[in-house]
C-alpha cells in the first residue's frame, strides 16, 4: 500500500510538474532579433519571460550570421521582437518562412515590430534599394535613444498581455518600473552631455543619430557613403576637409568595425576615434540603461578631454 501511494505521487509530480519545473515551463518564450531588444523584453518580462537574442551584440544587426539553430528557436517562440524599417531584411525573412510558427507570423499578437511605434529619422521620399542601402525605409538604429526604448517597451507588453493575459498586471508594473528608470535616469544624462550641445562628430553608420539628437550632438556625416556601403577612397577624399572645416571632433564607431579607415580619417583630421558600444553587451553593459550609462559616460570623458587638434 506504502509502495503504492509513493508510485501515485511520483505520477501525479510526473504529470503536473513539480512547482520549480511548471514555473520553467510556464515561462513565455520571447525571441529578439538583438541584444538591445532582448534587454527591454527582459526589464519588463522579468522572471515570467525566457528571452534569446537572435544576433550576437557584437554583430551587425543588418549582417547577422543566420544559424540553422535559429529555425528551432524562433519555431517555438511564443513572442517574436524585432526592430523592422528593414533592419533584419537581410537575414530574417528566410528563418521565418523556415520556422513556419503561426504565433509569431506577421499580425499575430506574439509579432513586436519595435519601429510601428516610432517616429523614424530619414524615411525616403521614394523607396530605393539601388546601391546597396540598407535603409530604405528609414534610419532604423532608434533604440539607442532612451524615449523611443520606452515606446518598444510598452510594444513588447502588449504582446506580452495578449498572448499571456493572466500575469498582464505583471508586466505592466514592470514597465512603469521601467518607464520611472528611464525618466530618471534621462535628466542626468542630458546634464552630463549638456557642455557638449552642438559638438560635431562623425560616425561609422547611420546608428548614433537618434542618440545624438536626444543628446544634442551633431553627426555631420558617416564612414559609409550610404548605410550598408563600405568607405570608398572617394567619399573620404570629401569627408577629410570637411571634417577639418566643421572641427568634427570625434568618429564614433562599433565595437565591430574595421579600423583602418576610421584611424587614417583620424590622422588625418585630428579627430579622436571613440569605440561605443550600440548593443548591451551582458558584462560592461548587463542591461539596457547600463547601456546607456555606459555609453553617455564615454562621450563625455572624450568630449572633456583636449582635442588633438591645436
Ligand atoms: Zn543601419
Known sequence: MHVLRRL?????????????????????KVVAT?????????AVGGDDVDVTALARPTEDPHFVDAKPSF???????????????????????????????????AGSPGRVVAAQGITLLE???????????????????????????????????TAFCAVDH??????????????????GKLLAWQAT?????????VTYHKDFDYF??????????TLEPKPGIPPSPTHLTELIPKMRAEHARLILIEPYRERSNPDFVAQNTGARVLVLPAMPDGKDAPDYIAL????????????GEKPARP
Open 212 to 221: 545624438a539628437e536626444r543628446f544634442g550632438l551633431e553627426v555631420i556625416d
Open 166 to 183: 493572466t500575469r498582464c498586471a505583471g508586466y505592466q508594473d514592470a514597465l512603469s518600473r521601467f518607464d520611472t528608470a528611464i525618466d
Open 71 to 105: 529555425i528551432r528557436i524562433v519555431n517555438q517562440a511564443d513572442v517574436l521582437i524585432e526592430g523592422g524599417a528593414s533592419l533584419e531584411a537581410g537575414w530574417l525573412p528566410p528563418i521565418l518562412d523556415s520556422a513556419r510558427n503561426s504565433k509569431i507570423s
Open 34 to 42: 538583438t541584444a538591445d531588444l532582448a534587454a527591454v523584453a527582459r
Open 193 to 201: 552631455l549638456a557642455p557638449f550641445k552642438g559638438t560635431k562628430v
Open 8 to 28: 501515485l505521487v511520483t505520477l501525479l509530480v510526473a504529470i503536473v510538474g513539480g512547482p520549480s519545473m511548471s514555473h520553467a515551463a510556464d515561462k513565455l
Open 123 to 157: 524615411v525616403p521620399t521614394q523607396l530605393d534599394r539601388s546601391m546597396g542601402d540598407v535603409h530604405p525605409q528609414g534610419n532604423p538604429h532608434f533604440m539607442l535613444d532612451p524615449v523611443a526604448a520606452k515606446t518598444v517597451a510598452r510594444s513588447i507588453v
Open 292 to 303: 546607456v550609462d555606459s555609453d553617455v559616460r564615454q562621450l563625455a570623458a572624450a568630449l
